[in-house]
């Protein structure tokens, strides 16, 4: 069965670090992935998806994330965090033969320090 | 271009009471889909729709139907609500080409 894992529930990091947020798949084909975040009382907005192609996608807010297809791993990364990046961020792995059904992983909350 | 709406934003129900939660999306998606958000459980997915006509269960349809009523909306009733209903629902929708889905604004479900 398919599966995401966010290993981390909470992130704090400190305004103008770097960031990284994890995220690992179980999927038996070629994964479509997805990075969405969700600030509080709202709904999720895309930051980048991964189809085919390059391993390393570039997104919106300065975001990118990197394939690995070895590590079955898809992390976001940032090299400086703003305040307004505090919020929920979801990975998601995407069914292409199942109607698109996404499946998503617990999410992890990310407060930034000022 | 509002892109996908859903209302009510809010409700509260009494167990075993009814209510529809209604989603429209003026993209013209072909694909349409209903989750649940749950604390530290993201989000899954309740019911689909490939495309108009069809529809399929997800992850967690029990207590559930949903209705594709045209291409434009697709909604989502509990016949009778209980508290473990109680849940934020988003609608989301995507074309097959782009793969890439959209979310609604959530509507937050209380039963009591």
């Known amino acids: 069965a398919q599966s995401v894992t966010q290993p981390d529930i909470h992130i704090t990091v400190s305004e103008g670090a770097s960031l990284e947020l994890r995220c690992n798949y179980s999927y038996g084909a070629t994964p479509y992935l997805f990075w969405y975040v969700q600030s509080p009382g709202q709904g999720l907005q895309l930051l980048l998806k991964y189809f085919s192609g390059d391993t390393l996608v570039q997104g919106i807010k300065g975001f990118e994330a990197e394939f690995k297809r070895s590590q079955s791993s898809f992390n976001l990364r940032k090299p400086s965090v703003h305040w307004s990046d505090a919020a929920e961020y979801f990975c998601a792995v995407g069914h292409p033969n199942a109607g698109n059904m996404l499946t998503f992983g617990g999410g992890t909350r990310l407060m930034v320090k000022p | 271009n509002a892109g996908v709406t859903q209302t009510p934003k809010f409700q509260v129900l009494k167990t075993g009471q009814s209510m529809t939660l209604q989603c429209a999306q003026d993209m013209n998606h072909n694909s349409m889909y209903w989750y649940r958000q749950d604390p530290g459980m993201g989000l899954r997915l309740i019911y689909y729709?490939?495309?108009?006509?069809?529809?399929d269960k997800g992850e967690v349809p029990n207590g559930y139907n949903v209705s594709r009523l045209n291409k434009r909306e697709f909604s989502l009733r509990l016949e009778s609500a209980a508290p473990s209903q109680t849940s934020v629902y988003f609608c989301a929708s995507s074309s097959q080409v782009q793969e890439t889905q959209y979310f609604g604004p959530g509507t937050r479900l209380l039963v009591l």
């Open positions: 729709s490939a495309s108009e006509g069809t529809t």
